[in-house]
Structures are given as structure tokens and as C-alpha cells.
């Protein structure tokens, strides 16, 4: 609401599922499937979400908490850009309070960074996402945490978010709406009759139970583990878990989100999350997205190019190191995990060489994009349950993360 008080936005809370809709249950409690949770209850749909663990215990949670102005993927992934510049604009306006708008910079040390410089603001300007020049005296005095030795800076809409409560401020409104949000229960098994999916069966980890649900669409939202739920109707998604480490230190040491101004690469971002300083992020390929680690050559670099850019941050106390593994597309022979586009993609296996009816994946994407992901998907939900309903989520101000613990 505004400072006047007038309401400018309709309110969480309004929506209930409609009498007979249809069933449509999402496989995945990351942010993804949160928010689809959100936009199919606002469609009036009767939502049944299963998670393994707890909502966002997967790559959700683990991410560095970046609310992405698109820049850093404007010279190597226009689509990913475009898409993450216009949720940015949403996620403010849809969840007030959570984040830290404290804008990014991206910071040329090198001559070599230097000559990025304008291709990088060509790329930008194509996608939308606004750039401010600043010079080494402004940078410095904006950040002054920054290396002395930078030549300049260029200025971006970035912004810091909790990687946990935006997607619990979608959870929350889910629920209330009418959303069954199950965690720990993982889907073991998907009911298959023929070419169509009809439902899921779970195991409830709490009590050790199994059970059937039945649905009339059967969402896949696993994230990196998204092949493997396809694999369990028969169907082949070609997810590539791309993890990356990262590294918490002691001590907020900058105020703005730190980039190194170059294509993206190991350990070029540096951002304030409280009062702890996150390095990231590295990038290699796995099969197993539960296959984690922290390796201590990934942890060196993360400090080291780190500190190129924050020089504090060489002699902080390490807090934490941890990994995520992210959900890229794609297949073998295409490349390293940096090689691979963030876009989202949605597939209607009804469409598949070897059509499997009742079945979708959304896979992709960016923990900005979640929205978006969730109604490119819900428009395609939709059109298979032949319902003409007008996707509400850009406007709906989302319930605090804090009810999502309330009853």
C-alpha cells in the first residue's frame, strides 16, 4: 500500500479453489513450484504441491541471493536477461520489504575489463536493463569497500533478497488461497495408464506411509532433479545439474552487490546478506544433483578473485561453504555449465515425439524468474484443461514470509 494508505493492488487471501475444478498437483517445493502453487489457486484450481524435504530445501535455498538486474547475462544470454530486468521490476513491486535495494556494480579492474565495457553496455541497453557510468572517484565513494585500484564502474538495478522468504511469501499465499503444500513427501512413482499421467504416488517421509494422489494434470517443478522425475513417466527432459560453491564470510564488507565487469566466469560476485559477505560462485557438471560438495581449490578461488574485487574479504573469517546445483537445459556435448542458457522452457509432454498426456515440466530459469516460470507454465496447465483465466500474479502483493510458519 501506499504511504497514503489507499490500496493501489488487489490483496493476498481472495482467492479460493472453485467447486469440481481440476486437480493439478506440482512435483517440487522449490521456488518454482511455490509459485505455481500461487498463480494455478488465483486460477482457481485445486493445488496439491509434494516436496521431498522441506519447501526450498533444494536449490532454492541454497542459492546467493541475487534479485538479477539481467546484466550479467546480457552479453552471453539476451533471453535470460530480458526475463530477469522485467521480474525484477515485479518481485519489488509484488514483495515489498524483501529486499535490500542497495543496486550492483560492475567493476573493471583490468584493461582487459576495461575493453568489455562496451559491448557490455550495447547488451544492456538491448535488453532493457538501465547502466550508469561512474567514474573511479564516484565508484569508491559509493563503495568503499571497492579495490582502490578499479579504473571505473558501471551501475545496475541489482538488488539483495533472502534466498528463503521470497519463496515463502509465495508458499504463504498459496496455502491461504487454498493450496495442500505437502513437504516430505516425495513422489516415488507417477501413475501411468497408457500415454497419460494420472496421478502421483508418494511416500510421506514423517510416518513412512504411501499413498496415491490423483490429478488431472501433473506438474514436474523438481529443478535439477527435474529428469529424474520425468524419468519416472517414461519421459527424457535433458536437465544438467551445474553446481557452484560458494562462501560466507564474517563481516559485511560491501553495501552494493560487486561484479567483476567481464562474461561471467568463477568467482566474480561479491554481495552483502546481512552482516556476512557471499562469495560465488563456481560452475562444473554432475549427473546426481544430490552429488554436493565444496571443493577447497573452489573455495581458494572464490576468496581470491573475491578479494580482487573487495579486498577485505582475504582476511574475513569463513562462515560457511556450500553448493546448489542449478537446473540447466540441455544436452551432452553442449559444454561446460556457463555454456548453457538460463531461459526458462516449459514442455507439454503431450507435444513429445512419444506424447505422454497429463504431463508438464518447467525447467530453467533463474530464482529472479520464478514468477515468470510459474505462468508460462500455468498458461499451459490451463490451455489443457481447457480454461480461459488471465494470469493475476504480476499484480497480487504477496503475503509476509512470516505466515507461511503462522496456522
Known amino acids: 500500500m501506499p504511504l497514503d494508505g489507499r490500496e493501489t493492488r488487489p490483496e493476498a487471501g481472495e482467492a479460493r479453489p472453485e467447486a469440481g475444478a481440476p486437480h493439478v498437483v506440482i512435483v517440487g517445493g522449490g521456488g518454482t513450484g511455490g509459485a505455481l ?13 509434494v516436496e521431498r524435504g522441506e519447501v526450498t530445501s533444494g536449490t532454492t535455498g541454497r542459492h546467493h541471493g541475487l ?8 552479453t552471453t544470454d539476451r533471453a535470460a536477461a530480458i526475463e530477469c530486468i522485467a521480474e525484477n521490476k515485479i518481485l519489488r513491486r509484488i514483495c515489498p520489504g524483501s529486499f535490500e535495494e542497495n543496486d550492483g556494480l560492475f567493476v573493471a579492474i583490468t584493461d582487459e575489463d576495461a575493453d568489455y565495457e562496451k559491448g557490455f ?19 569508491l565513494r559509493m563503495e568503499p569497500g571497492l579495490n582502490p585500484e578499479l579504473q571505473f564502474a558501471i551501475q545496475v538495478p541489482d538488488a539483495t533478497m533472502d534466498a528463503m522468504r521470497v519463496p515463502l511469501r509465495f508458499f504463504a499465499t498459496a496455502r491461504r488461497n487454498g493450496a495442500d503444500i505437502r513437504p516430505f513427501t516425495e513422489a516415488i512413482a507417477l501413475t501411468v495408464a497408457g500415454r497419460t499421467v494420472s496421478g502421483v504416488r508418494v511416500r510421506d517421509h514423517a510416518s513412512g506411509r504411501e499413498y496415491d494422489i490423483g490429478a488431472d494434470v501433473v506438474v514436474n517443478a523438481a529443478g535439477p532433479w527435474a529428469g529424474k522425475v520425468a524419468a519416472l513417466a517414461g519421459v527424457s ?9 560458494m562462501v560466507a564470510v564474517g563481516g559485511r564488507h ?3 552487490v560487486v561484479s567483476r565487469l567481464h562474461p561471467p566466469g568463477d568467482g ?29 581449490d573452489h573455495v581458494e578461488t572464490m576468496v581470491r578473485e573475491g578479494a580482487a574485487l573487495v579486498p577485505a574479504v582475504a582476511g574475513a573469517e569463513i562462515r560457511a561453504t556450500w553448493s546448489a546445483a542449478r537446473p540447466l537445459i540441455g544436452g551432452a556435448g553442449e559444454g561446460a555449465g556457463r555454456n548453457l542458457a ?5 514442455f507439454d509432454h503431450a507435444t513429445d515425439a512419444t506424447p505422454m498426456e497429463g504431463f508438464v515440466t518447467i525447467a530453467g530459469g533463474k530464482a529472479t524468474t520464478l514468477r515468470a516460470m510459474a505462468e508460462v507454465t500455468a498458461d ?7 480454461r480461459v483465466r488471465r494470469c493475476e500474479t504480476a499484480e497480487v502483493v504477496l503475503l509476509p514470509h512470516a505466515a507461511w510458519y503462522s496456522a
Open 342 to 346: 538460463r531461459a526458462l522452457r516449459c
Open 380 to 386: 499451459v496447465v490451463c490451455a489443457k484443461l481447457g
Open 37 to 49: 502453487a500461487h498463480d494455478l489457486t488465483l486460477r482457481g484450481l485445486r493445488v496439491t504441491l
Open 67 to 74: 534479485l538479477h538486474s539481467g546484466a550479467r547475462y546480457a
Open 268 to 296: 566474480d560476485l561479491v554481495l552483502p546478506q546481512r552482516q556476512r559477505t557471499v562469495l560465488g560462485t563456481s560452475s562444473w557438471l554432475v549427473e546426481d544433483p544430490d552429488d554436493l560438495a565444496a571443493p577447497a
Open 121 to 139: 553496455l550495447e547488451s544492456c541497453w538491448q535488453c532493457a536493463v538501465p547502466t550508469r557510468r561512474l567514474e573511479r572517484e564516484e565508484a
Open 254 to 256: 560491501c553495501n552494493m
Open 237 to 245: 527432459v535433458s536437465i544438467v545439474p551445474s553446481p557452484g560453491v
